[in-house]
């Protein structure tokens, strides 16, 4: 699979192929990017941390490896962190004072922006003119202070939704709270204001266009990546399995990422009581690990997922395990048989392309970008739906043929190698000199007319 941009109203590749705009193509020296709710440094899986700080973070390394410098803005969580933080050569994370360093929720931060906003223009302020030549907010309160910052500095800005309030509204999980109605306008006035914006599937443009009406030519395709000197197949199953004291013959269905009614880990659970009754004899032999915490609505009850494997019978065979670092989890992925991914919603799911990436098929919902993700049939399964009786049948397929976890894994270790990040980066450069040529175009004209 080719990582595509779709830019100018037409599609064409991102690497090598490079964007053909008439003048002088310049490309970026150093990039603003906002991450107002979560930072890059936080542990995937746990709060509001997951699939967004691993883009941001490795977005980043790429771009600075190709000579555009990054500085990451997001909201300082503790009075011991340091102003600004080297994450990796080029990259620099800077901690913004705004609101109390603990205790608010993500639903809470549209309170603190201005707070925010003033952090950002403070540390501008102490550079020349022209420090920054792009912002690029991620989520739609980023995009909020990328939409003003970028006016004042006179810059382009480009916005990454991630995840989008109408898209998830749309398939709410039983028990879960809608996105209220002031992201949806904040959205709305993100697309309009932004120069570009990024999807990481056709799926996902599509979307954006459909639900906030934004102009397909200022969309731009790119597949997120995943690190491959991370995640890779390594010594294998057997060998992965001995270090997390698994036992070897054992069906393992994996759930990793944040706990919460959106990501659907109680769909694996429910599955999992429904094959046991209908084949008991597989109690023996199955290990169910949940690795990750809790976060957003499943902050307002803990322990629910404990409960409820505790109401279907099954707290023999389910492991509660802590969100793990990157390589940690590399190892818990390539132990299990397969990655399960009930998502209500998804914009791409990047565990779905890591959990590949070392040799392990992955079972997921139909949902976002995860056909993209997922090659049905091929590298894993995609149901239609949420219904545990679907999940408990791929699963008690694979407990009668164990040969098949092998068979898909092979096809999803080759699949993954078609998203590393280096690829995803290149593409995401030409979108930043695209909304830099388009930048300049306009000033141009305005200045002329004036």
């Known amino acids: 699979m080719s990582h595509h941009v779709t830019t100018f109203g037409r599609r064409v590749s991102a690497a090598p192929t490079r964007l053909r705009l008439p003048g002088t193509i310049r490309r970026p020296r150093r990039v603003a990017m906002l991450s107002v709710h979560t930072s890059p440094l936080h542990?995937?899986?746990?709060?509001?941390?997951?699939?967004?700080?691993?883009?941001?973070v490795e977005l980043a390394r790429q771009l600075a490896a190709k000579g555009i410098e990054v500085e990451v803005f997001t909201r300082a969580t503790s009075g011991d962190l340091p102003p600004v933080v080297q994450l990796a050569p080029g990259v620099l994370v800077r901690h913004v004072d705004a609101g109390p360093y603990e205790g608010l929720a993500k639903e809470e931060l549209p309170a603190q922006l201005c707070a925010f906003t003033h952090g950002v223009m403070q540390a501008w302020a102490d550079h020349r003119p022209g420090h920054y030549d792009l912002v690029h907010s991620h989520y739609w309160l980023s995009g909020h202070v990328g939409w003003l910052a970028a006016e004042r500095w006179g810059v382009p800005l480009v916005h990454t939704m991630h995840t989008m309030a109408k898209v998830k509204n749309a398939a709410l999980a039983a028990g879960d709270t809608p996105e209220p109605a002031a992201r949806v306008i904040g959205e709305t006035q993100i697309v309009r204001a932004a120069d570009r914006l990024v999807a990481n599937t056709s799926d996902e443009a599509d979307e954006l266009v459909h639900h906030?009406?934004?102009?397909?030519?200022?969309?731009?395709v790119v597949h997120p990546g995943v690190n491959l000197d991370v995640f890779h197949e390594a010594d294998g199953r057997a060998a992965a399995r001995a270090r997390l004291g698994l036992p070897q013959d054992a069906l393992i269905p994996l759930f990793a990422g944040r706990i919460?009614?959106?990501?659907?880990?109680?769909?694996?659970?429910?599955?999992?009581?429904?094959?046991?009754?209908?084949?008991p004899g597989l109690r023996s032999r199955i290990v169910v690990p949940v690795v990750g915490g809790p976060s957003g609505s499943g902050l307002a009850e803990p322990e629910r997922l404990q409960k409820l494997a505790a109401r279907l019978g099954i707290t023999d065979v389910v492991q509660f395990r802590p969100p793990v670092r990157q390589d940690q989890l590399a190892d818990w992925f390539r132990a299990a048989s397969l990655l399960v991914m009930p998502s209500y919603s998804e914009s791409f799911g990047l565990v779905a392309i890591e959990a590949q990436a070392t040799g392990t098929p992955v079972l997921a919902a139909a949902v976002g970008g995860l056909p993209v993700a997922v090659r049905h049939g091929v590298t894993g399964f995609l149901v239609q739906g949420h219904e545990p009786a679907a999940y408990a049948r791929v699963l008690r397929d694979l407990a009668t043929d164990p040969t098949l976890t092998d068979r898909m894994g092979a096809a999803a270790a080759r699949h993954a190698q078609d998203f590393g990040w280096d690829a995803a980066a290149t593409a995401t450069g030409e979108v930043y000199e695209a909304a830099l040529h388009d930048h300049r175009r306009r000033r141009r004209v305005r200045d002329r007319a004036s």
């Open 260 to 279: 919460q009614p959106l990501k659907g880990p109680d769909v694996l659970l429910h599955a999992v009581g429904e094959l046991l009754e209908e084949c």
């Open 43 to 56: 542990q995937p899986g746990t709060g509001d941390a997951g699939g967004m700080n691993v883009y941001i």
């Open 212 to 220: 906030y009406e934004a102009d397909p030519d200022a969309v731009a």
